[in-house]
């Protein structure tokens, strides 16, 4: 078996799920920290804020506990945009495509459509994430690395969602 590619030249999920194992280990050896995205998106929202209405975002509550500032789950992020530009090269899955064929299959090639609806759902996907006190990545990974009920119950949940939706606009 290739464990550094399956079959098209993507990375082999196997890999890919051992390094990111030993990254929540050494992230909670170096840092103290689990995991986590949904707190940098809080973070870089109240900086933005801070340019746009200092007052105001200052005086939310979260923001007085978590200051608005560049940490080092900002820098996860940005390492997660990189990592994944860098893997969809190597595993030559850059398409090109601002409407995948599937998606322009089921609900057809309008542009307005599919950035609306990503849109809309990279919202519901962070108001969940904060409703939720975790996103995938910090209930999914470190949460259930820590063996949390509250990860495992909330990880169950990502993958019935996925499912649902998955089966309700594609029929898969």
């Known amino acids: ?18 390094l990111i194992g030993l990254l929540s280990m050494a992230t909670f050896y170096f840092s103290n920290q689990p995991i986590g995205a949904s707190t940098a998106y809080a973070r870089i929202a109240g900086l933005i804020g801070k340019v746009f209405s200092k007052r105001h975002t200052e005086s939310l509550k979260f923001y007085q506990e978590t200051k608005p500032s560049i940490q080092w789950d900002v820098t996860l992020l940005l390492g997660i945009l990189l990592g994944a530009a860098i893997a969809a090269y190597t595993g030559g899955e850059i398409t090109g495509y601002w409407v995948p064929p599937l998606w322009e299959e089921r ?4 542009y307005a459509l599919r950035l609306g609806v990503a849109f809309l759902g990279g919202a519901v996907m962070a108001f969940g994430a ?5 996103c995938t990545s910090g209930h999914g990974i470190s949460g259930a690395l820590q063996l949390s009920v509250g990860s495992w119950v909330a990880l169950i949940c990502f993958f019935i969602g996925g499912m649902t939706t998955a089966k309700l606009m594609f029929g898969i």
């Open 107 to 110: 609900f057809g090639s309008s």
């Open 130 to 134: 904060r409703l939720a006190g975790g």
């Open 1 to 18: 078996m290739d464990y550094m590619a399956s079959d098209g030249g993507a990375w082999s999920p196997y890999l890919v799920g051992a």
